[in-house]
């Protein structure tokens, strides 16, 4: 059971912005930082946002990440439907002795 | 171009082992720590092991502390899993993947493999 919650799914329109949320605790998100990864359906996951809002070359400005307290955000701005895929999120947890931990995973839909 | 390739995967019955092995290239192998995710069929992502580059220092998720060992020969490029006493809750496509950043283990993955798949049935 992974202790980053994030909702099962989220929709939109061509053109509109979709947000993702995680939701960790003080051992996770609140003392290091968050990745986003991007699962397209029947592909490897691709890292998508680092370091809470920092975005890989060639990845889109579309695509942007925060993070306040103990959750993070994705957010997904001009839509496309290229982007229907399972969003993760990431981070270290500083809990029994440490551990990497995914979060629950977010299936965007484009409608 | 960065490039990781798995293999390995297949038919195990409960109880018996399996060796993954990852191969890179496009880029300095030897430099880099490597970790290993799994993904069960229709499931979420799930952490299970890392290498740092140099093969000094290891780490195992709880849930196969003891059964799997994580290895790597940086002469030849390659990345392993060995998975001993499989259970059928090991059954996944199992990534590997490449730490970026300078902090062992916290950093996260820039690149990934496109997976090979584990099976375990009678």
């Given at each position: 059971?992974?202790?980053?919650t994030?909702?099962?799914?989220?929709s939109?329109?061509?053109?509109?912005?979709?947000?993702i949320?995680?939701?960790?605790?003080?051992?996770n998100?609140?003392?290091?930082t968050?990745?986003?990864?991007?699962?397209?359906?029947?592909?490897?996951p691709?890292?998508?946002i680092?370091?809470?809002?920092?975005?890989p070359?060639?990845?889109?400005?579309?695509?942007s990440?925060?993070?306040?307290?103990?959750s993070?955000?994705?957010?997904?701005?001009?839509?496309?439907?290229?982007d229907?895929?399972?969003?993760?999120c990431?981070?270290?947890?500083d809990s029994?002795?440490?551990?990497?931990?995914?979060?629950?995973?977010?299936?965007v839909t484009v409608? | 171009?960065?490039?990781?390739?798995?293999?390995?995967?297949?038919?195990?019955?409960?109880?018996?082992?399996l060796?993954?092995?990852?191969?890179a290239?496009?880029?300095?192998?030897?430099?880099?720590?490597?970790?290993?995710?799994?993904?069960?069929?229709?499931?979420?992502?799930?952490?299970?092991?890392?290498?740092?580059?140099?093969g000094?220092?290891?780490y195992?998720?709880?849930?196969v502390?003891?059964?799997?060992?994580?290895?790597?020969d940086n002469?030849?490029?390659?990345?392993?899993?060995?998975?001993?006493s499989?259970?059928?809750?090991?059954?996944?496509?199992?990534?590997?993947?490449r730490?970026f950043?300078?902090?062992?283990?916290?950093?996260?993955?820039?690149?990934?493999?496109q997976?090979?798949l584990?099976?375990?049935?009678?």
């Amino acid at each position: 059971q992974s202790v980053l919650t994030q909702p099962p799914s989220a929709s939109g329109t061509p053109g509109q912005r979709v947000t993702i949320s995680c939701s960790g605790s003080s051992s996770n998100i609140g003392s290091n930082t968050v990745n986003w990864y991007q699962q397209l359906p029947g592909t490897a996951p691709k890292l998508l946002i680092y370091s809470n809002n920092q975005r890989p070359s060639g990845v889109p400005d579309r695509f942007s990440g925060s993070k306040s307290g103990t959750s993070a955000s994705l957010a997904i701005s001009g839509l496309q439907s290229e982007d229907e895929a399972d969003y993760y999120c990431a981070a270290w947890d500083d809990s029994l002795n440490g551990r990497n931990v995914f979060g629950t995973g977010t299936k965007v839909t484009v409608l | 171009e960065v490039q990781l390739v798995e293999s390995g995967g297949g038919l195990v019955q409960p109880g018996g082992s399996l060796r993954l092995s990852c191969a890179a290239s496009g880029f300095t192998f030897s430099s880099y720590a490597m970790h290993w995710v799994r993904q069960a069929p229709g499931k979420g992502l799930e952490y299970v092991s890392a290498i740092s580059s140099n093969g000094g220092s290891t780490y195992y998720a709880n849930s196969v502390k003891g059964r799997f060992t994580i290895s790597r020969d940086n002469s030849k490029n390659t990345l392993y899993l060995q998975m001993g006493s499989l259970r059928a809750e090991d059954m996944a496509v199992y990534y590997c993947a490449r730490e970026f950043g300078q902090q062992w283990l916290v950093s996260g993955f820039d690149y990934w493999g496109q997976g090979t798949l584990v099976t375990v049935s009678s």
